[in-house]
């Protein structure tokens, strides 16, 4: 299916000129022409009719008119001139006629209440403005009132009034309690519209202390609030309750339960009510109900259905609300509220009236002398507004006389109109309930005709398309309007052409022959004006090959074609659409040039593809159906690499470019994302192919650009995710035409390798850059800066060439231009060489060292002449060595060390040279060839350093209180060495380091007896060396002195080689290891003794031990008594004494003494007792004298520990 639209970029703006009226109040004259043409007054801009200001800043009144002349202002207050020049607090704003009182700086706004009204006047009449009320805001305080509590029962219903003060606007009124929150509504409790709140039933949640009401002033931004409501509600049983505390008993009281009631209407009150509103205003009606359950509201209109899509309900269905009302809106509303014990109802007769509205409102009047017209005024309202007639702001009774005019009712008719007919005339409708102002002028003007087309303007259209050409004009008298083709051609008529009254010339159906040149004269009794336009016919855009409907399975590749043909001076553009929408946001679609392709199809591809073709004048489009079915049942898919293309076909054979087409091969279930198109050049490399280009998957066609001179074969490989596929069979040869070289062979340089020569190298071109046989290069070259001519030689294809017997180090302008048997290349660029460098003649001068510390050193030097360098100057290099250190005095072998520094520099740091020693160094320039003779040795001397450290340090002959040192000196001691220092400390077996002592040694010493040390401790051992500059880096080792097990402590001597005390040679035993295996062996000892005593201490009875053997042989086999426990034998047959309340510990862990049956002083603790020495008590058997065995005696039951350790306290 094919549509078509042309689209006319003047059409809008001529269906506009169409339709016009020529007016000065309906047509869009330029700016250019209403600058000059005369015009009555016309107001632009004015304040409402009822303008509410706020007192506390400046009243602004608006008076905007336009006119020509511009018009003067001036005001009228309350009927009667207002001279603003004698109030210094009212100005008028320049070329305006607004007013600004000022209020903020001491004027009142009550001072200037009133009626204003503005008129707008120039030579051509005066405009008046609506009557313009002004009255300043008013948000009055609530009157002081005393509010007495509201007790209500439960169920009762309850209105709290508001009574808002009366403000100027009306306040918007709400409820809120103290922590300014709004009180819920619902159903039950409601706002009116009046602003009380209505309660249907109230519950004894509703009791509470802050009912508040509020009113917001929104003109001055100002709340006001109403003093807090007490509602206290009376639930049935607290009111029984209450009853009953006051009454005796012989009194019968009770109250009645919650009583459910019927519906009543709490407002409106009675059974009708009247309302009357005013035509496109908001109608509100309301019905609020008490009753319980709460009542439900609902509206209906007697002898009609509710307006619809103009009828809501508001505050739960309470509040009927009607928007822009009209006289058929007028009638009986009925609201009913129904509960499940009956229904109210309320009927409320509706009257719509209405102020004056526009039925037909005067406009105004453009007329040339002696025209004729009129000026009607038509209104309605109910009641039938009155209408009357004003001129320049004066009722027309009394107005000055105009012979051309008769007033007819809401009607003027003008005749024979002159210049001085002009004037603006005001329309008033007016009724009880508003009026209307309407300002229309009547403008005489005797203007010859203007041509408002732009000149030469060009209209564009498709053949057999309508044309439409503009001829805008003005004049007054209207002009007459002619339209002529050519610059000499006749007047146009006939039913092939279309002329409208707004001057605008129609061709309904333009061919090619109807370009050219139009030319349109318009006329009338005071002049001629001509303008041209042009016309260009456009070919129309056609789709040749449209999208065709296809059925693809799923997964699969789809291809919609949309092949166009456009005029050639015209851009399209192509937009795909999928379903009339935007094509999915989605990879897989590719859009080509002239196709969409949908890669690895899916389900929700299906739908209608569309191919939309725009251009600046038209549009055609072509659809397509695609429908996506399942795949039919297949064994495992299998994928592979493609198979290779076929039937490759060369077209379009051109000299430098060729069209190459093919036929895919299978794809095996994986799509195909690319070709690759591959080369033979069977002329210059047979059976060598190469990279040509690579085209998207979708693409079975491909431009491909050609050189000269070369047998061409092409082959395409397929690619998908697999892989590549095999290469296609070779297409047909196809020999490009010899042509001249198109390019220069590139990298062209110059360089010597000797001194008296210039060798010439380029990169030759490759074979099929030729373009032709008979490659050559043409080889030019001439020294720079000096007047001579090119030297050239013609060389085969090489990519050298020599030139000898050239000065040393010179530059030359080289150009290698390639050649072939047609011809020369493009001119080639010059490039800059140099022939053969040579060493460089002489070295450095002055050079000066510059020692900064003992490792760095600065050498400068002055750079040589550059004629000198005879090469490419790449920098300096200096060569220094160590020729002694000045500590041993002794030479060694010589290490050269060399520093390169590029660039034309004259000075280098000389890093990482040894303190204390003797160099020297040289400089020599270097270039290309290689270096120059070397400057004269320069000596210098570097400064004393600090040392390296010793280089080894030894402890040997340990004794108990003395340790041998020996040392060696540093293997660098850079200076002369003043002492070594030596450092020591002990270390304990927490490994923290004690008190630091500290020797200084000579420097001739290499040994040393360190005496009085503490024996059996680890010592840490620093030295260094030093020379007059400071201290070296240290080594360190430790040792340990030899253990005396026969020494607990030690004496203080005095410290070796110096006057300071040793440290004490008295060993902390707390942290010895073997005294500390002691201790642990000792209190684990202890711990064994303790519990092998309180076990013997329980074991319940106080007999003596013989006895207790001789009557139990066994007691591991004795019975365990039921009721406590405890070995039945042991129990006290005499007095049977239970434990004590309280004799377990308690929980602060403490045994009162008197508490306790099982203490020691039941066992006599005192005089005799003490504990043998396995632990076991043995006071009450001091009269035994051999240690009796403790053979199993042991409760069944160990003591609590606790009980056990708290016996000792």
């Not at 070329?95 to 004027?107: A, D, E, H, K, Y």
């Not at 519906?263 to 009708?272: E, I, K, N």
């Not at 008490?290 to 007697?302: D, N, Q, S, Y």
């Not at 069977?682 to 059976?687: I, R, S």
Request: glycine fraction near 6%; charge should be negative; include cysteine.
């Amino acid at each position: 299916m094919m549509k078509k639209k042309s689209i006319y970029a003047s059409r809008a703006s001529l269906v506009l000129i169409l339709c016009q009226v020529i007016s000065a109040l309906d047509v869009p004259l330029d700016s250019k022409l209403l600058e000059e043409l005369l015009q009555p007054p016309t107001i632009t801009q004015q304040s409402p009719k009822d303008y509410i200001v706020d007192p506390r800043e400046n009243i602004v009144i608006q008076c905007e008119a336009k006119g020509k002349p511009p018009p003067s202002f001036s005001w009228t207050r309350n009927g009667t001139h207002f001279d603003i020049d004698k109030d210094a607090q009212v100005t008028m704003k320049p070329n305006s006629g607004t007013l600004v009182v000022n209020i903020m700086n001491g004027g009142k706004a009550e001072a200037y209440e009133g009626v204003y009204q503005c008129t707008a006047r120039n030579e051509r009449g005066a405009a008046i403005s609506n009557n313009i009320v002004i009255r300043p805001s008013r948000s009055p305080l609530w009157t002081k009132e005393k509010l007495e509590p509201n007790q209500v029962r439960e169920g009762d219903s309850l209105v709290l009034h508001c009574r808002p003060p009366v403000g100027l606007p009306p306040p918007i009124i709400f409820w809120m309690d103290n922590a300014f929150q709004r009180l819920p509504q619902s159903e039950r409790v409601s706002q009116g519209l009046n602003g009380d709140l209505y309660f249907s039933n109230v519950q004894p949640e509703d009791t509470r202390e802050d009912y508040i009401c509020y009113a917001r002033f929104n003109h001055t931004q100002t709340i006001q609030q109403k003093q807090p409501i007490s509602v206290k509600v009376f639930s049935m049983d607290s009111l029984n309750d209450t009853i009953a505390a006051n009454l005796s008993d012989t009194d019968i009281y009770g109250a009645k339960p919650v009583t459910e009631r019927p519906p009543v209407l709490l407002t409106p009150t009675g059974s009708t009510s009247t309302k009357v509103e005013l035509r496109g205003n908001v109608l509100l009606l309301e019905c609020i109900a008490a009753g319980l359950p709460t009542p439900v509201i609902r509206w209906i209109k007697e002898g009609g259905e509710l307006p619809a899509n103009r009828t809501f309900f508001e505050n739960f269905k309470k509040t009927l609300k009607i928007i822009d009302v009209s006289e058929a809106d007028s009638g009986n509303y009925k609201c009913i509220a129904r509960n499940t014990l009956g229904s109210a109802h309320h009927v409320i007769s509706v009257t719509v009236k209405a102020a004056p509205y526009w039925i037909t409102a005067p406009r105004n009047l453009v007329l040339s002398p002696g025209e004729h017209g009129t000026l009607i005024c038509r209104a309605n309202g109910n009641p039938k507004p009155n209408i009357s007639w004003l001129a320049n702001g004066v009722p027309i009774a009394i107005a000055p006389e105009d012979p051309s005019r008769k007033v007819d009712g809401d009607t003027i008719i003008f005749s024979h109109v002159q210049e001085r007919s002009s004037a603006v005339y005001q329309c008033n409708a007016s009724n009880e309930y508003g009026y209307l102002l309407a300002n229309a002028f009547v403008n005489v003007l005797a203007e010859p005709p203007r041509i408002l087309t732009p000149v030469n303007k060009l209209y564009q259209v498709i053949a057999d398309s309508p044309a439409l050409l503009d001829c805008a004009y003005f004049g007054s008298p209207k002009p007459e309007i002619e339209w002529f083709k050519g610059v000499k051609g006749s007047i146009l008529r006939g039913n092939e052409y279309v002329f409208h009254d707004n001057g605008t010339l129609e061709i309904p159906v333009a061919q090619k022959d109807s370009a050219g040149t139009y030319t349109c004269v318009a006329r009338n009794e005071l002049g001629k004006t001509q303008n041209e336009v042009q016309l260009e016919v456009k070919d129309p855009t056609m789709i040749i090959k449209q999208p065709e409907y296809q059925v693809i399975q799923r997964y699969g590749q789809v291809s919609f074609e949309c092949i166009i043909k456009h005029d050639s001076t015209l851009l399209p553009t192509i937009i795909w659409l999928k379903d009339n929408d935007e094509l999915p946001d989605d990879e897989r679609f590719l859009v080509g040039k002239d196709n969409l392709t949908i890669m690895n199809v899916t389900d929700k591809d299906d739908g209608t593809y569309t191919c939309i073709v725009n251009t600046t004048l038209d549009s055609v489009s072509a659809s397509a159906v695609l429908t996506v079915v399942a795949a039919p049942p297949t064994p495992a898919i299998i994928y592979a690499r493609p198979n290779p293309p076929f039937d490759l076909e060369l077209t379009g054979q051109l000299e430098r470019s060729i069209e190459l087409s093919w036929i895919p091969g299978d794809e095996n279930n994986s799509p195909i994302i690319s070709f690759v198109i591959e080369y033979e050049d069977g002329l210059h490399e047979p059976g060598v192919w190469h990279y040509q280009t690579e085209v998207p998957g979708s693409q079975t066609t491909v431009q491909l650009k050609l050189s000269p001179y070369v047998n061409y074969s092409f082959r395409v490989i397929a690619v998908n995710e697999i892989g590549r596929s095999q290469p296609s069979e070779p297409s047909e040869q196809y020999l490009t035409k010899s042509a001249n070289p198109d390019e220069n062979p590139s990298n062209v340089q110059g360089i010597g390798s000797e001194p008296d020569n210039l060798v010439i190298t380029w990169e030759s071109l490759k074979g099929f850059q030729s373009n032709g046989p008979g490659l050559q290069y043409k080889v030019s070259w001439r020294q720079k800066d000096v007047d001579d001519e090119w030297t050239s030689v013609i060389v085969a294809n090489v990519s050298k060439y020599i030139v000898s017997g050239t000065p040393t180090f010179v530059p030359y302008e080289i150009k290698v231009q390639a050649l072939n048997d047609l011809g020369y290349a493009p001119e080639p660029s010059e490039v800059i060489g140099h022939s053969g460098e040579d060493l460089p003649m002489v070295a450095p001068g002055n050079v000066q060292v510059y020692v900064i510390n003992s490792t760095l050193a600065k050498v400068h030097w002055d750079p040589v002449p550059l004629k000198t360098v005879r090469g490419h100057l790449q920098g300096y290099k200096v060569y220094y060595w160590k020729v002694q250190s000045l500590s041993r005095r002794s030479r060694r072998h010589v290490e050269k060390k060399i520093l390169t520094f590029r660039g034309n520099k004259t000075f280098g740091m000389l890093p990482g040279l040894e303190p204390y020693s003797s160099y020297k160094l040289n400089v020599r320039v270097v270039n290309g060839k290689g270096e120059g003779p070397a400057s004269p040795d320069k000596v210098f001397k570097t400064p004393e350093g600090v040392p390296s450290s010793p280089s080894f340090l030894k402890i040997t002959n340990p004794t108990l209180d003395s340790l041998t040192l020996e040392w060696g000196s540093p293997t660098h001691p850079n200076g002369v060495l003043t002492s070594y220092v030596l450092k020591f400390q002990p270390i304990n077996n927490t490994h923290e380091l004690g008190p630091l002592v500290e020797i200084r040694i000579p420097a001739n010493e290499s040994s040393l007896i360190l005496k009085n040390l503490n024996y059996s401790t680890r010592y840490k051992f620093y030295i260094n060396a030093q020379t007059s500059v400071g201290s070296g880096s240290q080594i360190t080792e430790e040792a340990v002195t030899i253990m005396d097990e026969g020494k607990m402590a030690g004496i203080l001597h005095p410290a070796v080689g110096a006057g300071k005390a040793m440290a004490s040679r008295q060993v902390d035993i707390a942290t010895q290891g073997w005294f500390i295996g002691l201790m642990c062996a000792v209190a684990l000892l202890i711990l064994i003794l303790l519990i092998v005593c309180f076990i013997r201490r329980n074991k319940g009875g106080k007999y003596p031990v013989k006895e207790k053997e001789d009557a139990h042989a066994d007691p591991e086999i004795q019975p365990m008594k039921e009721d406590d426990g405890t070995f039945g034998e042991y129990s006290d047959a005499e007095d049977h004494k239970p434990l004590k309340k309280g004799s377990r510990t308690p929980s602060d862990r403490t045994v009162k003494k008197e508490d306790s049956d099982d203490s020691l002083v039941d066992y006599g603790e005192g005089v005799n007792g003490q504990f043998n020495e396995d632990g076991s008590f043995i006071g009450q058997y001091s009269g035994k004298k051999e240690k009796e065995p403790a053979e199993g005696n042991e409760s069944s039951e160990a003591p609590s520990p606790v009980n056990a350790m708290n016996s000792f306290v």
